[in-house]
């Protein structure tokens, strides 16, 4: 079952659920570490890996509602031996192991899909780290603001929330480039 989105020239996204009986997979195609791919495009990309993991959960929890199966996210060029294992030929990429390693995300160990799901539904950050780069992944840069807490917000621009929000769009934008949340 593949999601697809649209995304830059030479940039390979994709999704696909893969289920053995045994456990289901989740494998997430590369995304390219280059400096030219728009933020719009990697808040698009985690939407869909949103969108692919809650039906991954749901996939699971409707075939076995007592006991769903595990459900496990699976990195291109990273892949365990129980996922290649279900292909008669698989060629592993160095190559594509090598960007995927860069990501912050993924380790040498197998993943599962809610522990990732949960991160990118991550609602709520402290200042510093939206104040650093890179941004936690599923985070607007242009909304940084959304995702702070209420102390955090006040501490940061100086009001509350029902006062910036009263500021004309231009005002909230300068004020958040002031205070480094832009």
Known sequence: MPVTCGVPQGSILALFLVDNYHEVYLWQGWWPQDTETP???RIRWDADRKCAMETVLRYCREKN???PQKSYLIHAGLEPLT?????????????????T???AEVCKQIILVEDVLSRLCQSTYPLEELQSRPLPHGVD????????????FEK?????REEYEALPGWKQVNLKKAKGLF
Request: net charge negative.
């Open 83 to 99: 996922f290649t294992n279900m292909f008669p030929s698989w060629e592993h990429r160095e190559d594509i192991a090598e960007i």
């Open 65 to 67: 509602e007592r006991n």
């Open 141 to 152: 840069p242009l909304r940084l603001e959304i995702y702070l807490s209420d102390d955090d």
């Open 156 to 160: 940061a621009l100086e009001m509350k």
């Open 39 to 41: 933020g719009s495009a």
């Open 101 to 103: 390693e860069q990501e």
